[in-house]
């Protein structure tokens, strides 16, 4: 059974970093892609970010490359989201997915 939980969310001015954490268990890194995907208020689901460990690659929404990098250690079973330049339009709830299966996500609130 895969298990997703994620860390690290706050509030933040703008401009500033976070880190995101999401902890993983019961699945095989480097088997399937995993990625953060987020939902601000009102909105629906957003893809953010995803790493395929396997083939070495990664890739961002338009709006967040430059600023956001994914990362994943398979020897702490962990994945990642470094958060740099946040903006207002950050906000929103974070959830790292995995093997189609999501965590509970952690709210990130970019506000001066």
């Known amino acids: 059974q895969v298990q997703l939980v994620e860390s690290g969310g706050g509030l933040v001015q703008p401009g500033g970093s976070l880190r995101l954490s999401c902890t993983v268990s019961g699945f095989t890194f480097g088997r399937w892609p995993m990625s953060w995907v987020r939902q601000a208020p009102g909105k629906g689901l957003e893809w953010v970010s995803s790493?395929?460990?396997?083939?070495?690659?990664?890739s961002y929404l338009t709006a967040v490359k430059g600023r956001f990098t994914i990362s994943a250690d398979n020897t702490k079973n962990m994945l990642y989201l470094q958060m740099n330049s946040l903006k207002p339009e950050d906000t929103a709830v974070y959830y790292c997915t995995a093997a189609n299966h999501r965590g509970q996500g952690t709210q990130v609130t970019v506000s001066s």
């Open positions: 790493i395929n460990i396997g083939y070495g690659t990664t």
